[in-house]
């Protein structure tokens, strides 16, 4: 049986019904892809959700903008989703030069340890 338990992202027709439906690990994925790829003040009824990440995009990309994105995600993360225990926020980038934000989590309903890679900027 599922913890959790929502409407998949993007929106899919599901084999029994519409829309499609996910759960747990799937549907804690894609609210963090979301809420990271939200810029913050874009939702009018929830104006703290999102991050301010993408403000980033046009920045030198080295160690301070590393720590800007690891605190902006950090904290998105905290304020926004509640059904995950955050604890690594790794900031790199790839072999192209763009950035990545690689966020390790506890999901404590269920116990289990997760990782998840979002790419975050072009270097």
């Known amino acids: 049986m599922a913890t ?5 992202f993007p929106f899919a027709q599901g084999p029994q019904s519409f829309p499609a439906q996910v759960s747990d690990d799937d ?3 894609q609210a963090l ?22 403000k980033f995009v046009f920045e ?6 590393a720590a ?4 902006e995600v950090a904290r998105s993360i905290a304020v926004n989703e509640r059904r995950v225990v955050l604890y690594n926020v790794d ?33």
């Open 68 to 71: 800007m994105i690891r605190t």
């Open 91 to 123: 900031v790199s980038q790839d072999d192209d030069g763009n950035t990545i934000c690689t966020i390790q989590y506890i999901i404590p309903a269920t116990s289990q340890k997760k990782s998840l890679t979002v790419p975050i900027a072009a270097g």
């Open 33 to 54: 892809i979301q809420l990271i790829g939200t810029p913050r003040g874009q939702r009018v009824m929830r104006p703290a959700y999102g991050t301010d990440a993408w």
């Open 4 to 8: 959790f338990l929502g409407i998949a």
């Open 60 to 65: 030198n990309n080295n160690a301070t903008l």
């Open 27 to 29: 549907l804690i994925q």
